[in-house]
């Protein structure tokens, strides 16, 4: 997937243009959407490595679907002034943060436009994450930062903690926590991401799968590299013959219940993703409070 910085970059300007005098802030909250599940994912597992990896993967693979980030997109607008302007900003930045999402090298991921009634993955595969694209597209989102920032300050932070409003939107969160499990079976059964395979452990033998950006490590015991699974689980790699690589992407089959031979591997380089991602972060969360103090100095005075 593309950082968060790039995705501030197209989501800016494309938003700007198709919808006048939209808030800069909630057009940069929109490019979260999409991913806060996968946020909370990677928050779920420090905390709480007994939860079970298969599940929680399946789990957020729904909550990622354009269905679901509508979804918390109509409850998050009713906690502002303009419910119907929001709304339409945040929903327009899950599109285009999915679509984005979508034309990068993905093996084993993609994403759900028209999910619940279709369950495959999109992924139209054009470019990787370690490309010249995705490097003009990151430069980008943090000049269209910086280049809007005075723009930004001058606009209000159009929050709303109206009762009937309030109460709404408390009324649909629930229904974006919940209404994953109801789905989860349905995406096991397409294998989103190979987890059906995966946990198949006893008819793994000479089945296809791949791993986008998992960890990777050498096994000196058995003299073979190893690559994560969703579980936090191990399994041995067969093709590799030397990496300096913390994460890679593969494709490849089992040869055995627990062996893959890899067909084709990609190093991933996880510093220049994981940073772009949390300076965008940070620069969203700045924004979001440097508009919180300056609407309340204007309220006080």
């Not at 759900?112 to 369950?119: C, R, T």
Request: hydrophobic share 45%; aromatic share 16%.
């Amino acid at each position: 997937m593309p950082n968060t910085l790039a995705h501030i970059g197209v989501n800016g300007l494309l938003s700007r243009s198709l919808i006048k005098k939209s808030d800069l802030f909630w057009i940069y909250f929109g490019t979260l959407i999409p991913d806060i599940p996968w946020i909370l994912q990677r928050a779920v597992g420090t905390f709480f490595p007994s939860v079970n990896g298969f599940d929680l993967r399946l789990y957020v693979i729904v909550q990622a679907t354009l269905f679901l980030s509508l979804i918390l997109s109509l409850a998050l607008s009713f906690l502002t002034e303009t419910p119907k302007k929001t709304f339409i900003i945040l929903a327009l930045g899950s599109l285009l943060h999915l679509l984005l999402d979508s034309l990068q090298i993905k093996w084993g991921n993609g994403v759900h436009l028209f999910a619940p009634f279709n369950w495959k993955l999109l992924n139209f595969g054009f470019f990787w994450p370690e490309s010249l694209p995705t490097y003009i597209l990151t430069l980008g989102g943090f000049l269209f930062f910086l280049l809007n920032w005075k723009t930004l300050t001058s606009q209000k932070f159009n929050l709303s903690f109206k009762f009937p409003k309030v109460l709404i939107a408390f009324m649909i969160l629930p229904i974006y926590y919940l209404l994953p499990f109801y789905f989860v079976p349905q995406v096991e059964n397409a294998d989103n991401h190979f987890v059906k395979t995966l946990r198949d452990v006893e008819h793994r033998a000479g089945k296809y799968v791949e791993f986008d950006r998992k960890k990777i490590r050498f096994n000196k015991k058995i003299n073979k590299y190893e690559i994560q699974t969703f579980d936090r689980s191990y399994i041995p790699l067969v093709g590799i013959r030397k990496t300096d690589a913390y994460k890679i992407s593969i494709k490849g089959i089992f040869i055995d219940n627990n062996t893959i031979k890899v067909t084709d591997y990609h190093k991933n380089i996880v510093w220049f993703r994981d940073g772009a991602t949390y300076v965008g972060i940070i620069l969203i969360m700045i924004s979001g409070f440097v508009l919180f103090k300056k609407d309340n100095l204007t309220n006080k005075t």
